[in-house]
């Protein structure tokens, strides 16, 4: 129940495509849905997050779509840019902002933006 | 956004050696740190939880005599990779938490040979 899955494993796109990455979990105590990127080399910063309050949340190019009778949430990348190279991983917690250190990662994905 | 930092960035070590990482919060005091560890093209995995004036609570499976974990201060808190060997490799990355955010340290690339 503690899992949160997700897919694809990799993923490429062309310069100006939409990437889409989708992630699915059981924990219906969940509460918060985060988005992080990691680049090689770094730890990973928070990009976008959403609660189970609304069923979608956009920023910039970035939008979350929550679909919480399915358990299901995912990362839309609008007019991706090689820059959105790296690997993107959902994470869910039962407490907001995670800020308790129980945030549950799904495995990742890399994301290639071909120019 | 909060800043989280860790020293060093990266660290080879013999076998059998002791390694420190230090991660710190700069603009922001905490009383909680986490430590994670990540593995190549895997995910992060929570190791223990960094407590300032209390002892460090660690995740199942997590060898507290091995990783030991200072909260030194508000704004420090200090791993310490005992005996290292060479399946310690990883990736290890804190975080702490600001305004109900997780903000994560830049990570340090532990190699032990």
């Known amino acids: 129940q503690q899992q949160v899955k997700q897919s694809p494993q990799s993923l490429i796109v062309q310069k100006g495509g939409i990437s889409i990455i989708n992630c699915a979990y059981e924990?219906?105590?969940?509460?918060?849905f985060p988005w992080y990127q990691q680049f090689p080399g770094k730890g990973p910063a928070l990009l976008i997050a959403?609660?189970?309050?609304?069923s979608e949340k956009k920023e910039g190019r970035f939008t979350i779509s929550f679909n919480k009778s399915a358990k299901q949430f995912s990362l839309h990348i609008m007019d991706s840019q090689p820059g959105d190279s790296a690997t993107y991983f959902c994470?869910?917690?039962?407490?907001?902002?995670?800020?308790?250190?129980?945030?549950?990662f799904g495995k990742g994905t890399k994301l290639s933006v071909k120019p | 956004g909060a800043v989280v930092s860790q020293h060093p960035s990266w660290v080879i070590c013999k076998s059998g050696t002791s390694v420190k990482i230090e991660c710190r919060s700069l603009?922001?005091?905490?009383?909680?740190m986490f430590w994670y560890r990540q593995f190549p093209k895997q995910s992060l995995m929570l190791m223990a939880t960094?407590?300032?004036?209390?002892?460090?609570?660690?995740e199942q499976g997590v060898e507290k005599d091995k990783f030991l974990i200072n909260h030194a201060s508000l704004t420090l808190s200090t791993l310490t990779v005992t005996s290292a060997h060479p399946e310690d490799s990883s990736f290890y990355i804190c975080?702490?938490?600001?305004?109900?955010?997780?903000?994560f340290g830049p990570g340090t690339r532990l190699t032990v040979l």
């Open positions: 960094s407590n300032e004036g209390s002892k460090a609570t660690y």
């Open positions: 975080s702490a938490p600001q305004g109900g955010t997780q903000y």
């Open positions: 994470a869910a917690s039962p407490n907001y902002g995670g800020s308790q250190g129980n945030l549950i």
């Open positions: 959403i609660r189970p309050d609304v």
């Open positions: 924990n219906t105590a969940f509460d918060y």
């Open positions: 603009d922001f005091q905490a009383t909680t």
